[in-house]
């Protein structure tokens, strides 16, 4: 999603553009079964104080939605270090706050590139949902709208009831909802079906080369340039180079000696598919917030995701967290038919942080970073493009790009 829609942005200023990728097809990776919410309101980090009381809990629970595998890995160490740090209150609320101005800006360039082409990617306006168990946390959380509106957000507090009102599907829950926040202009899409689109837009461009199944091995530097992309398809070269190679982009900018703070952190999803009779299941997007599962509708499909694992193998299915998800599915949404479900398993290459790094490399004069987007990488895609877009074209940043330099 990152890379293909900062290719169509540049290709767009009138670069030339070559798009590499080492898979067949595009968002065949981390955006292929996401969760699918757009979620331009709610873009707090996941490293907050509210993360770090619940840490010691989470760590001894089989049904986490947080498990921690070490690992004799210094990047492991090192980003779990950065995410502790980044628990504390002050650098939550100031990286809160940075992190919606990029997603304003997200959300106002994809909605005019779906204003200049429309796509159909599922994409659905019906609002968010978060809805949480513990009056605790439920005033926690208000205390955050009340802080987000002052950045623009427009959003509410609901009542259990009012919840429920809002979105009926939530009925099986009855007494267990305290509360919910409720933002009207949440949407929800397939990611990977927009990023498939784009891609097909690309392929038809003229200044737009697209090299699939071709693999980065190396960036080949000279004199504080990068010369050439090196790939399995051979050399590559131009004037400036962009890396949004998710988790890939490590090993890349580790070659050049820049070591960059991403950690692979593995999550979930179940594809539902829906009968024409789809009673029971949510129309609204919702977040079970003490449970950390999102579900969104795209088109006849309920995308389910959840749980983050630290340190698991990445892309292997574990039958265990699966199994736990679908009984809390089931236990939540008692009307959900589970028997056709797909199952997916993706990482989502997160900074300790949530903050995307984007903008010039330090490794070579030439080379431009966006990496980073984590869970938030379908809200932030287009913000994070247009704003690499303006850095490289030598324009007026759209936002302050100083909380994101790499």
């Known amino acids: 999603m990152v890379g293909v829609t900062t290719a169509h942005l540049l290709a767009r200023a009138g670069h030339e553009v070559a798009l590499v990728?080492?898979?067949?097809?595009?968002?065949?990776?981390?955006?292929?079964?996401?969760?699918?919410?757009?979620?331009?309101?709610?873009?707090?980090?996941?490293?907050?104080?509210?993360?770090?009381?619940?840490?010691?809990r989470w760590l001894f629970r089989r049904d986490s939605p947080l498990r921690l595998r070490y690992r004799c890995d210094p990047a492991q160490w090192r980003w779990l270090a950065g995410f502790l740090s980044a628990c504390r209150a002050s650098v939550a609320r100031a990286s809160t706050a940075q992190l919606l101005s990029l997603s304003y800006l997200s959300r106002d360039t994809l909605h005019a590139m779906l204003d200049?082409?429309?796509?159909?990617?599922?994409?659905?306006?019906?609002?968010?949902?978060?809805?949480?168990?513990?009056?605790?946390?439920?005033?926690?959380?208000?205390?955050?709208?009340?802080?987000?509106?002052?950045?623009?957000?427009?959003?509410?507090?609901?009542?259990?009831?009012?919840?429920?009102?809002?979105?009926?599907?939530?009925?099986?829950?009855?007494?267990?909802?305290?509360?919910?926040?409720?933002?009207?202009?949440?949407?929800?899409?397939?990611?990977?079906?927009?990023?498939?689109?784009?891609?097909?837009?690309?392929?038809?461009?003229s200044n737009v080369a697209v090299h699939m199944n071709t693999r980065v091995q190396r960036l080949r530097r000279e004199r504080g340039r990068i010369v050439a992309a090196q790939t399995s398809e051979g050399d590559l070269q131009a004037d400036a180079f962009v890396v949004a190679s998710g988790i890939g982009s490590r090993?890349?900018?580790?070659?050049?000696?820049?070591?960059?703070?991403?950690?692979?952190?593995?999550?979930?999803s179940l594809s539902v598919p829906l009968a024409a009779d789809s009673a029971g299941v949510p129309a609204i997007s919702v977040t079970d917030y003490e449970r950390r599962i999102v579900y969104a509708r795209l088109g006849d499909v309920l995308r389910i995701a959840a749980m983050v694992d630290i340190g698991a193998p990445p892309e292997e299915i574990d039958a265990s967290r699966m199994a736990t998800l679908r009984r809390q599915?089931?236990?939540?949404?008692?009307?959900?038919?589970?028997?056709?479900?797909?199952?997916?398993?993706?990482?989502?290459?997160?900074?300790?942080?949530?903050?995307?790094?984007?903008?010039?490399?330090?490794?070579?004069?030439?080379?431009?970073?966006?990496?980073?987007?984590g869970a938030l990488g379908f809200t932030l895609a287009c913000g994070s493009a247009a704003?690499?877009?303006?850095?490289?074209?030598?324009?007026?940043?759209?936002?302050?790009?100083?909380?994101?330099?790499p």
């Open 21 to 56: 990728d080492e898979r067949a097809g595009p968002a065949l990776g981390s955006s292929f079964a996401n969760g699918g919410q757009l979620s331009y309101s709610y873009v707090a980090p996941l490293a907050g104080p509210g993360t770090l009381a619940e840490m010691p």
């Open 116 to 205: 200049e082409a429309p796509m159909d990617f599922g994409l659905t306006r019906t609002g968010k949902l978060i809805v949480y168990r513990s009056a605790a946390l439920l005033e926690k959380a208000a205390a955050l709208v009340r802080y987000q509106a002052a950045h623009g957000a427009q959003q509410r507090v609901l009542s259990s009831n009012e919840a429920i009102a809002a979105e009926p599907a939530l009925a099986g829950l009855g007494g267990k909802i305290a509360g919910a926040v409720f933002t009207p202009g949440e949407e929800a899409g397939d990611c990977h079906r927009f990023t498939d689109a784009l891609f097909q837009r690309l392929q038809r461009a």
């Open 251 to 268: 090993p890349l900018l580790a070659a050049l000696g820049q070591r960059v703070p991403l950690y692979p952190l593995k999550g979930y």
């Open 329 to 373: 599915v089931s236990e939540a949404f008692p009307r959900l038919d589970l028997s056709q479900a797909q199952a997916w398993a993706g990482v989502r290459p997160a900074t300790p942080t949530s903050k995307p790094l984007i903008g010039r490399s330090r490794a070579a004069g030439n080379l431009w970073l966006n990496i980073g987007q």
């Open 387 to 405: 704003l690499l877009t303006a850095q490289l074209s030598g324009l007026r940043p759209p936002i302050d790009p100083a909380p994101f330099q």
